[in-house]
């Protein structure tokens, strides 16, 4: 794959978690997770449901703060940044229930997101808005009420939304659910363009075919823990990730 | 009867004026400050402090009283509405009915139970006026009056539509924690917005102090109409806000006109009417679209209904 606007650094990690832990009450969703990448990298999560997946990307784009463990990004330690300066800082991440500002045209949520995401003048925001729009196909529905979206355009909002504030990497949260096949080709289509021009991705799917046309690498977590973490069909292949989904010893 | 409709429409230019910062507050923040009456009259407290002890004229006093009603709306929602509202959405009202309390007290205690008005202090405005055809008289201060509630509306309308800190409140009033991963910092668009809020109330508070007398104890009428006028105009945009003023002014002169007695009475009932209209004939929660009014109210009707 062809990585052109970014410059590399090999060796370095460009986003890392080391001994992330989190507990709500009693339970423990994420238990020691250690969790590294280079810039550029793109990532897949899978695991079966209440894995802590969702928890992690949350820790991650500082929806909470984890327990114990630190978070590096881009060579600074964010862990006690709020969301909000992790974001003007490129670490981005989507909801998995698409939560468009309902009052507002998709025009203007993701403008909003142009205009704050890192403080630029308005012509750039503009068309920051523009380029976001027409990434994601949303340019013929700019000027509905998000609240009139469907589903499929809810969830490019959400992915057009995070792109506006011009990310170096993105956490996307199953951005492909509910999706048909044809759907779903689009979405990989636009995630392929955002890896193109060098934006990092983490993406928790379900559907684990459309990862693999856009990862190179796959992690499986289960119980709070990650069990798995390599080239995706070695992962897919392993022993512990298949009783993992199917309970059971492989046939 | 032309100048009852003439004089109905001013006055719910005042009306509109002082709902402008709860409207605001209402249906942008979500907060229902129920201190709104008693802040605008404590801004209006502090413009006559100014002129009747240093003999500066109320225009020039706002100059000193903007910047202190913004300073005091920005901790306001840092240090009181931001906190009560991790408790729920119950607990802003309860608190800023305590605020209230506080608020008219503190006035009592420091400034006794005399009516005052900034009236002696603004000349001849207070009672200059237009002759019209008709010998109609149009009072040159309400005039004034509707003309600012029809700036500081359009203006607020202006700002949350066009300009990037109007979106950025409106993102952050919507979903803060979303706004958040847009980068937001959504403390600091809610205490700038809290701040604008409390602007607005002390422009209010100055002409109510104009127009008329007020004590320590009248910040509770002030609120009511200014709840009647932002419910009557409803959430869709704040110029709603200035028909919902001028439906309550109208509904008062026109009460006052069938009864001497029907001034509040004429208000309230149009009020209700307009209420009950939205509940139960078009199903529109007066809220406007924000999250639980609709099914809240859906509740409220079921209630109701049973209980006929």
């Known amino acids: 794959m062809q990585i052109a606007t970014h410059e590399q650094r090999p060796g370095h990690a460009f986003l890392s978690a080391s001994g992330i832990h989190k507990r709500f009450g009693a339970l423990v969703v994420l238990d020691n997770v250690d969790f590294s ?215 | 009867m032309i100048d009852t409709l003439i004089q109905g429409v001013l006055l719910g230019g005042y009306y509109a004026g002082i709902a402008c910062g709860l409207s605001f507050m209402f249906f942008v923040m979500r907060i229902i400050n129920l201190a709104h009456g008693s802040l605008a009259v404590a801004a209006a407290y502090g413009l006559w402090l100014l002129a009747s002890t240093f003999g500066i004229s109320p225009f020039v006093g706002l100059l000193i009283i903007l910047p202190v009603m913004a300073v005091a709306g920005w901790i306001l929602q840092l240090y009181l509405l931001e906190r009560s509202a991790r408790g729920g959405a119950l607990l802003p009202i309860l608190t800023t009915f305590g605020l209230a309390i506080v608020i008219d007290n503190l006035m009592f205690e420091q400034f006794g139970a005399d009516t005052r008005s900034l009236a002696p202090f603004i000349g001849s405005l207070s009672y200059d006026s237009w002759e019209l055809p008709g010998s109609i008289y149009v009072g040159k201060l309400a005039v004034m009056t509707m003309a600012t509630a029809i700036a500081l509306l359009g203006g607020l309308q202006f700002f949350l539509s066009r300009f990037a800190l109007g979106r950025a409140i409106r993102a952050t009033a919507e979903d803060p924690d979303t706004a958040g991963l847009v980068g937001i910092d959504a403390r600091t668009a809610n205490a700038l917005a809290a701040a604008i809020a409390m602007v607005t109330v002390g422009i209010a508070g100055a002409f109510l102090g104009m127009r008329a007398t007020f004590d320590p104890y009248s910040g509770g009428p002030q609120l009511l109409f200014a709840f009647e006028a932002a419910v009557i105009g409803g959430a869709g945009s704040l110029w709603g806000t200035l028909i919902g003023g001028i439906v309550l002014g109208l509904a008062q002169s026109l009460g006052a006109q069938v009864h001497p007695q029907g001034f509040l009475i004429g208000g309230h009932a149009v009020f209700l009417a307009v209420l009950f209209a939205r509940l139960f004939l078009t199903g529109l929660p007066f809220l406007g679209k924000g999250g639980f009014s609709r099914t809240g109210l859906a509740k409220i009707r079921a209630a109701i209904r049973s209980t006929l």
């Not at chain 1, 802590?52 to 330690?77: C, E, M, V, W």
């Not at chain 1, 529905?141 to 170096?168: C, I």
């Not at chain 1, 499986?220 to 009783?243: E, F, L, Q, S, T």
């Open chain 1, 37 to 251: 990448m280079g810039q550029s990298d793109a990532i897949g999560i899978v695991g079966p449901n209440g894995a802590g997946k969702t928890t992690l990307l949350s820790a991650l784009a500082g929806a909470f703060p984890p327990n114990f463990g630190t978070i590096t990004f881009d060579g600074r330690n964010v862990t006690a940044l709020s969301a909000a300066e992790r974001c003007r800082s490129g670490l981005v991440r989507t909801h998995q229930v698409p939560k468009p500002f309902s009052g507002m045209t998709t025009f203007e949520n993701v403008f909003v997101a142009a205009a704050h995401g890192s403080a630029v003048g308005r012509d750039e925001a503009y068309e920051r808005v523009i380029d976001s729009l027409t990434l994601c196909g949303m340019l013929g529905v700019a000027n509905r009420q998000a609240d009139t979206l469907g589903l499929l355009d809810r969830k490019r909002l959400e992915l057009a939304r995070a792109l506006a504030t011009r990310p170096k990497l993105m956490l996307l949260d199953e951005i492909g659910g509910g999706l048909t096949d044809a759907e779903a080709g689009e979405l990989v289509t636009t995630i392929l363009e955002l890896r193109r021009r060098g934006i990092g991705i983490v993406w928790i799917e379900h559907i684990v075919h459309i990862l693999l046309q856009v990862t190179e690498r796959l992690i499986c977590m289960d119980a709070g823990r990650i069990i798995a973490d390599g080239a995706p069909r070695a992962v897919m292949a392993d022993a512990g990730v298949v009783k993992a989904y199917l309970g059971g010893t492989p046939a």
